[in-house]
């Protein structure tokens, strides 16, 4: 068993589900949540550091139960209403159901090939927000299956063995903010992590301020071709510089940066820049300044949009429009192309800044206040 908080709301949601549809009771019970990451962008698969925030009230609950047939792992979403049936010895094939067999598989091969399972899912994560569903839904199985054969795994473990099952079953090349924050993060504080060492350490949010999660109503897909590219050419640039990893460099190697390939220089000063500003980001919120802290997301909203090319109109007109309304900072948050941006508001503005927003920006929501 991980040694992790379940949301008691979405485990009781999907523990009616599960009874529902497999007319019995199940014999665990959990969640996994999703994450908003404030600062440090596509840093993670360069060795670098990333500041997410693990969400309250939305994420992923997984009920799961032995049997009936060996080998056989049944699977229901509740939320889609969709059902799919595998074996546990089956290849990835592209459906959301990977998610759960490769986690199933990663830790419980042969249990499950001796009981079977049955396994119910509901989420409250959009797809496509940039808020970690996918990563959500393997930590949750992961969650579930290791109580349910008694397993016992550290928080950090779990992350690891999902963030594998990402980049070696379902196939997208990630770096491991995703699940370290939703097996490792407590909802509401801040987890500065560092992926090269998995260093972590918890940080206070700003006082008197709120982080407001808006989705832009565009939908990003990661498994699509930008984000393996992003890495190619994060690979293309440390070769270029002669590192291992984009984050072996500082600030002060912006020089030499600008001398190689323009392209490629750009996205290896977003990965330097970027990874400067979660250094800086902690500092201000360790110091409450709030003003600093807005500065730094929107200059990281900057860099992904001209250095890192990852924003879209939607969210640029929607990040530099919340600023008009009442942010400090806002920025586009996750792998980008569209997904969520997340905004630093004064509590004193947040009752106007909700309804300002999605007024202006009709296909917009706000997601949640953090
Ligand atoms: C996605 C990936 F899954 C993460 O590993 C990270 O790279 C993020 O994009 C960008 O920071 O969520």
Aim: negative net charge.
């Amino acid at each position: 068993m991980s040694d992790t908080v379940t949301d008691k709301a979405l485990a009781e949601r999907v523990t009616a589900a599960y009874e529902q549809y497999f007319k019995k009771q199940p014999e665990v019970a959990t969640s996994a949540p999703g994450r908003v990451n404030l600062l440090g962008e596509h840093t993670d698969y360069n060795g670098g550091f990333v500041l997410p925030m693990a969400l309250r009230g939305l994420g992923v609950g997984v009920a799961i139960g032995r049997g009936p047939e060996p080998g056989v792992v049944r699977a229901y979403s509740d939320t889609f209403h969709d059902a799919e049936t595998r074996n546990i010895d089956e290849d990835a094939v592209g459906k959301w159901s990977d998610y759960v067999l490769g986690s199933l598989k990663a830790v419980a091969e042969p249990e499950v090939a001796e009981t079977g399972v049955q396994i119910a899912l509901i989420t409250t994560l959009p797809m496509g927000a940039g808020l970690s569903s996918s990563a959500a839904l393997e930590v949750g199985t992961l969650r579930a299956v290791t109580a349910l054969y008694a397993k016992r795994m550290s928080a950090v473990d779990l992350a690891v063995r999902a963030r594998a099952v990402e980049n070696g079953y379902v196939g997208m090349p990630c770096g491991i903010m995703d699940q370290f924050a939703s097996s490792v993060g407590e909802p509401g504080t801040a987890l500065f992590l560092d992926t090269r060492t998995l260093d972590h350490e918890t940080v206070p949010a700003l006082p008197d301020h709120s982080f407001v999660i808006v989705e832009s109503g565009v939908s990003h897909q990661l498994t699509a071709d930008g984000y393996a590219t992003r890495v190619a050419e994060c690979n293309a640039a440390c070769k270029a510089l002669g590192v291992d990893l984009l984050s072996d460099l500082g600030i002060g190697d912006l020089e030499r940066i600008a001398a190689i390939e323009p392209l490629l220089g750009r996205r290896a000063r977003h990965i330097v820049t970027d990874n400067q500003r979660v250094l800086d980001g902690v500092t201000a919120l360790r110091t409450g300044d709030a003003a600093r802290f807005a500065q730094l997301m929107i200059d990281s909203h900057a860099s992904q949009r001209d250095d890192f090319e990852i924003t879209v109109p939607e969210t640029d007109a929607i990040a530099s429009g919340a600023l008009e309304m009442g942010a400090l900072g806002a920025r586009q948050t996750g792998g980008g192309w569209g997904g969520a941006i997340v905004a630093l508001v004064p509590n004193t503005a947040l009752a106007d800044f909700g309804e300002a927003i999605t007024s202006r920006f009709p296909k917009t929501r706000v997601l949640a206040i953090t």
